[in-house]
């Protein structure tokens, strides 16, 4: 069984459409960590949410702590967002737990 | 926040070799922890490097195998020893602060063994 669940797997959108991907997960956790990883391998950590909402430029990262879920936003997507979004969450230990990441590509 | 530099950012290497992978964190964190990701699998945590003393190593992962080092607050390293074409992963790895209220992240080592 796997803590931590993503939906889309994989997400193809057009240039400039608002994008959503979906973090659930089974434990409970002190944080959540939006990744983006990069084509070559790289990873940026994007957010780190306990609660409520942030926002970043075009991204948007929101988290429901009852229910267990958080979500990403892409608004105006771009052919430079096309990445893969891995969503980490951290319970009362330290170490963290890691979807299977969604992988988003962005058609010009 | 703290920024975790970590090289090589990938590397080719021949069945056999080992391959150490640093992690240099521009402040103190206190724990530090290496992850492994296999090819369409999601990032595995190998184990967490203590300072001054042994890796705590999860299931599956030996210290013959990941060796790590952790000789102070700011550094660590990761060797893939005696490598062979299954160890081909990326590699990770990340820090917690003293208050232990954010996470850091190196850049990933992409490792190909051939």
């Known amino acids: 069984k796997n803590e931590v669940e993503q939906s889309p797997q994989n997400l193809t959108a057009q240039e400039g459409e608002f994008i959503t991907i979906n973090c659930s997960y089974s434990v409970g956790i002190s944080a959540l960590h939006w990744l983006q990883q990069h084509p070559g391998g790289g990873i940026v950590s994007l957010f780190m949410l306990s609660s409520g909402k942030k926002k970043h430029g075009r991204l948007i990262a929101t988290i429901n702590i009852q229910e267990k879920h958080s979500s990403l936003h892409i608004t105006a997507s771009h052919p430079r967002d096309s990445a893969v979004y891995i969503c980490?969450?951290?319970?009362?230990?330290?170490?963290?737990?890691f979807g299977t990441g969604t992988s988003l590509t962005v058609i010009p | 926040s703290a920024v975790i530099s970590q090289k090589p950012s990938r590397d080719i290497c021949q069945r056999g070799t080992s391959l150490t992978i640093q992690c240099q964190v521009d402040?103190?964190?206190?724990?530090m922890f290496w992850y492994r990701q296999q090819p369409g699998q999601s990032l595995t945590l190998i184990a967490t490097a203590n300072q001054g003393s042994e890796a705590t190593y999860e299931s599956g992962f030996v210290i013959d195998k990941f060796p790590i080092s952790r000789p102070n607050l700011t550094f660590s390293t990761l060797t893939v020893s005696n490598m062979s074409p299954e160890d081909s992963s990326i590699y990770l790895c990340?820090?917690?602060?003293?208050?232990?209220?954010?996470?850091?992240f190196g850049q990933g080592t992409r490792l190909t063994v051939v």
């Open positions: 402040s103190q964190v206190t724990m």
């Open positions: 990340s820090g917690t602060d003293r208050l232990n209220t954010e996470a850091f």
């Open positions: 980490a969450v951290r319970p009362t230990g330290n170490q963290f737990y």
